[in-house]
């Protein structure tokens, strides 16, 4: 006798259009696409477009196809909102989804919710909840007003759920473990040897658009590199790589970007991880590399509070901040606190949950 056919399938529409999306989504698509309840619809941006930016992690990482891509590739910031969000309401309109799930804070995340608010289709956010109070950061605008118009909310932090209290998020609220964490399981392997080099990662806008302030962090990383014997192994984000300085930096070895398993080799390979990113600072955690995030704040203020990583922003004095990180005077605990034996597993179940229990808000607004 052959498994029996489920009786109800639901029609799952989930959001890709950037790098780290892709990463952080792999496992849940993998069980999306395994499960004989559900029947997904990938939708791609390509907001991110090069090979070694978007296609290469499909491959990799076995993540199934989309059935449409978006081409939006690059723009202004609010331009490539908005086309995404046109793009992807045609695509809505034409796949009827019973729900569209997007992850995180980019533009393509905020296009795509907007488009599912504005076409009628339930709305998941994934990585709900997560604030750096920094207004001045699109991503924080793009995850507040994401948060306020979904239907289910998915944090993964105890902070995350607190805030979407604070805010009275009207949509149903479920805490999951990481998604991320399930896909850098797979893709870690802790390294036995000495830890020798440095991680260095840099591409927000306000990071690295001004030239003056890239040359002085470079400076600065150069100046830490001869006085700790350590060279800097820099994976170059395309947006980086027209802003960078056409002299070599010494102890800074610059690489183009790599694929999800040869970075995280990279990183348990690191001494210290210096990044703007915001995945890197939990994968470091998870790997027991100290970090330093070159930002005035972070959203993952649980590795903070841990010891297991500073922030200094551009403008701060970084060479000092790499000798504390590498003096061992700071105490660090590299406890997991986003951790769960299957997220991606629990982020269907919630959104299989929600869309049978009718996929409502969890308050209707009304004046009382
Ligand atoms: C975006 C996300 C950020 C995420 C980051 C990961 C927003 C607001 N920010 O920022 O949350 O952490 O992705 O990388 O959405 N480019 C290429 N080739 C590519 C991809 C990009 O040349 O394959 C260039 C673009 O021209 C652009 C830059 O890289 O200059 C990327 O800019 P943008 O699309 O705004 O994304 P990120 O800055 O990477």
């Not at 790098?19 to 696409?33: M, Q």
């Not at 118009?149 to 993964?156: D, H, K, N, R, S």
């Not at 000495?194 to 890239?214: C, M, S």
Request: with cysteine.
């Amino acid at each position: 006798m052959g498994a029996r056919e489920p009786e109800q399938v639901w029609h799952i529409a989930y959001f890709v259009g950037t790098r780290p999306e892709v990463i952080r989504s792999a496992r849940t698509l993998r069980a999306l696409a395994a499960d004989p309840a559900v029947r997904l619809s990938v939708i791609n941006s390509r907001q991110h477009y090069d090979d070694n930016m978007m296609d290469a992690f499909f491959r990799e990482l076995h993540v199934p196809a989309a059935v449409a891509n978006l081409e939006v590739g690059s723009a202004e910031s609010c331009l490539q909102t908005m086309t995404t969000a046109a793009r992807a309401a045609e695509a809505l309109l034409a796949l009827r989804p019973d729900c569209l799930c997007v992850f995180g804070d980019t533009n393509s995340s905020l296009g795509a919710a907007l488009a599912a608010a504005k076409t009628g289709i339930p709305l998941v956010h994934i990585e709900a909840g997560c604030r750096s109070f920094d207004m001045a950061m699109p991503e924080e605008t793009n995850r507040r007003l994401i948060d306020q118009i979904a239907g289910l909310l998915l944090p993964v932090s105890q902070a995350s759920v607190d805030n979407l209290a604070a805010e009275c998020a009207p949509g149903y609220v479920h805490r999951v473990g990481d998604p991320l964490l399930d896909v850098f399981r797979e893709s870690f392997f802790p390294f036995a040897g000495d830890r020798e080099g440095g991680l260095l990662t840099l591409h927000r806008a306000e990071t690295v658009d001004d030239p003056a302030r890239l040359d002085e962090l470079l400076d600065q990383l150069s100046m830490a590199s001869e006085l700790n014997s350590l060279e800097w192994i820099f994976p170059v984000h395309p947006r980086t790589r027209r802003a960078l300085p056409s002299d070599a930096v010494s102890g800074v070895v610059f690489v183009d970007p790599l694929p999800y398993r040869d970075l995280l080799t990279v990183l348990s390979r690191s001494r210290l991880c210096v990044t703007d990113s915001g995945g890197l600072q939990k994968e470091a955690l998870w790997a027991k590399v100290p970090c330093i995030t070159i930002r005035k704040s972070t959203e993952w203020i649980e590795t903070i509070s841990q010891g297991a990583n500073v922030l200094c922003p551009p403008g701060g004095n970084l060479v000092v901040a790499v000798q504390r990180a590498l003096d061992g005077s700071v105490p660090r605990d590299f406890h997991d606190p986003y951790g769960s034996e299957d997220a991606s597993r629990e982020v269907i179940q919630a959104v299989v949950g929600w869309l049978a229990a009718g996929a409502q808000y969890r308050v209707t607004p009304s004046r009382a």
